[in-house]
């Protein structure tokens, strides 16, 4: 048995796993803790805080030979600067503070991407079944803080995992209302070019409900309007109190606001569209799993049926992507499952 410090590091948060890991691939998480990444300079005072809760918790020594940490940005000759936290990560510098063997660097979608090989069929949804093939890519698509977007091509009897940065890919809308939007989204951030993940992610669907408010598509209720007015308040000085994203998406899916519900479709349709665009590019066959921290939250907003129509919805080519499977990854530490699996392979 092997001990591995498993990590997913973002910009909102950092979780960490202490994992007993088998040769034969069973896992056993043994501690597993969350900090709020914005409260510290660094990551090495985090782990180091870690172990020690470990070490009192467990009673022993923690002895580890080898890490793999999901990071949430581009991770380059396993270094990084995370895109949307002001770190730098050094693997080799973190092995030497850390006195950890051997530490690999991984973007967080590639770590999902390993975690996909680690899932049980209870832990996705199904929202096409397509005419899977074993021996095409398969494609990884996520909303959360920001858009990742990753793939898997097969090699012998496993896979390749590839990140990108697919979601820094320009907006490309589709609708007159997609368009004043990107014009509203420059307009509001001034800016000349607008990626896609300013849409589709959690900033997105804050940023498409100022945009309908603001174009008086439906009345603003006082309670989300200050629960956005306290984020436009807060952003520059602490952090949220409450997530506006997760307000508007709960008010969609209550049916308690109009205003939200017009906003969460719109973000649907975008993330849709996105997702065939994506599927367009690879024809993953082997599956295109929906990641992310939004997804398997707004399940039944996606099960309505405008995500599949707009993801489809690609001219003389739409029949190709019918027959693409589309999942939702329901296990939330899908990244954490890759990060055991591939510092199994370190």
């Not at 948060?13 to 914005?38: C, F, H, M, W």
């Not at 990084?80 to 690999?104: H, M, P, Q, Y």
């Not at 367009?280 to 799993?289: T, V």
Request: aromatic share 8%.
């Amino acid at each position: 048995m092997t001990l591995i410090l498993a990590g997913d590091i973002g910009g909102t948060k950092t979780i960490l796993q202490l994992v007993e890991y088998s040769a034969q691939g069973s896992r056993q998480n043994l501690y597993e803790d969350i900090y709020p990444s914005r409260d510290f300079p660094d990551l090495v005072p985090i782990v180091q805080k870690f172990l020690s809760a470990a070490k009192q918790k467990l009673d022993q020594e923690v002895v580890l030979e080898k890490a793999c940490l999901a990071i949430a940005g581009p991770v380059v000759n396993d270094t990084c600067v995370l895109t949307n936290l002001s770190w730098f990560l050094d693997a080799r510098r973190l092995e030497k503070d850390l006195g950890i063997t051997k530490i690999s660097l991984i973007n967080d979608f590639a770590a999902i991407g390993y975690g996909i090989l680690g899932l049980e069929t209870t832990e996705i949804c199904t929202l096409q079944a397509g005419k899977p093939a074993e021996s095409s890519p398969i494609a990884v698509i996520g909303a959360g803080t920001g858009l990742g977007e990753g793939f898997l091509i097969p090699e012998q009897e496993s896979y390749q995992v590839f990140a990108s940065e697919g979601g820094h890919a320009d907006f490309a809308p589709r609708t007159e209302l997609e368009f004043q939007l990107l014009q509203y989204l420059r307009s509001h951030y001034s800016i000349d070019r607008t990626s896609v993940e300013r849409v589709v992610s959690g900033q997105g669907i804050v940023a498409i409900y100022r945009f309908l408010r603001d174009r008086q598509i439906a009345q603003e209720s006082p309670e989300i309007g200050q629960i956005v007015k306290n984020c436009d308040q807060e952003t520059a000085s602490s952090e949220k109190r409450i997530d506006p994203a997760a307000a508007i998406a709960k008010a969609a899916m209550d049916k308690s606001d109009l205003l939200c519900q017009q906003t969460m479709q719109m973000f649907v349709e975008a993330y849709g569209a996105e997702a065939g665009n994506f599927a367009l590019k690879l024809l993953p066959y082997g599956g295109l799993y929906i990641a992310g921290g939004i997804a398997a939250k707004i399940l039944p907003l996606i099960q309505e049926g405008n995500f599949l129509r707009v993801f489809r919805q690609k001219g003389r080519v739409s029949p190709l992507l019918e027959k693409v499977p589309v999942h939702v990854i329901l296990n939330p530490q899908v990244g954490l499952i890759g990060a055991v699996i591939c510092a199994s392979r370190i």
